[in-house]
T-cell receptor, first 114, second 111 residues
Framework: NAGVTQTPKFRILKIGQSMTLQCTQD?????MYWYRQDPGMGLKLIYY???????DKGEVPNGYNVSRSTTEDFPLRLELAAPSQTSVYFC?????????????FGPGTRLTVT | QKEVEQDPGPLSVPEGAIVSLNCTYS??????FMWYRQYSRKGPELLMY????GNKEDGRFTAQVDKSSKYISLFIRDSQPSDSATYLC???????????FGQGTRLTINP
């Protein structure tokens, strides 16, 4: 099992450009999450999904969009990149709340917007 | 007031020392308490999990939860240089869903 994989590992964007961060999990988890982590800060939830076709906003959703067409994939779209979106982005997945408590994280995507 | 407060450190201790990491929280609905360990340039990994109040021990690691004080702790005994990492507390009212993370404490164990 590969677990949670994310691509790309690194990316530099110019202000106003767009990009999609890819996330795939092979554990058949229903729940998937996107977080951002700024230096010296914890993880802030951007969006999450409880199953294919269902997504919901987290704490910091502005400037991002998501979709969930399959159980395995949960891409994060950045439209009109801004310097404030410079961060490390982590994707995670888990079983539903009644089946487990652990979130499994990917290795992260380091994004710089200049 | 943040829902979960954690001293970001950094914390530097000699090898073999006992390390104490702490978090406080304000939401009395939290029932699931976790500690994640994050090595540099890696994703977080679950280290310890406790449901409701009490202690849990796993090798050199002990997690404590005091719901009456809204305070959780992680103790590391006989600390090793390989324990050098950022430790994030996380908690939830709903299991794996909607985890709220602390800022993380950056820990360095000096040989």
């Amino acid at each position: 099992n590969a677990g949670v994989t994310q691509t790309p590992k690194f990316r530099i964007l110019k202000i106003g450009q767009s990009m999609t961060l890819q996330c795939t999990q092979d554990m058949n988890h229903n729940y998937m999450y996107w977080y951002r982590q700024d230096p010296g800060m914890g993880l802030k939830l951007i969006y999450y999904s409880v199953g294919a076709g269902i997504t919901d906003k987290g704490e910091v959703p502005n400037g991002y969009n998501v979709s969930r067409s399959t159980t395995e994939d949960f891409p994060l779209r950045l439209e009109l990149a801004a310097p404030s979106q410079t961060s490390v982005y982590f994707c995670a997945s888990s079983y539903s709340g009644t089946q487990g408590y652990e979130q499994y994280f990917g290795p992260g995507t380091r994004l710089t917007v200049t | 007031q943040k829902e979960v407060e954690q001293d970001p450190g950094p914390l530097s201790v000699p090898e073999g020392a006992i390390v104490s990491l702490n978090c406080t929280y304000s939401n009395s609905a939290f029932q699931y308490f976790m500690w994640y360990r994050q090595y540099s340039r890696k994703g977080p990994e679950l280290l310890m999990y406790t449901y409701s109040s009490g202690n849990k021990e796993d090798g050199r690691f002990t997690a404590q939860v005091d719901k009456s004080s809204k305070y959780i702790s992680l103790f590391i005994r006989d600390s090793q240089p390989s324990d050098s990492a950022t430790y994030l507390c996380a908690m939830s009212a709903y299991g794996a869903q909607k985890l709220v993370f602390g800022q993380g404490t950056r820990l360095t164990i000096n040989p």
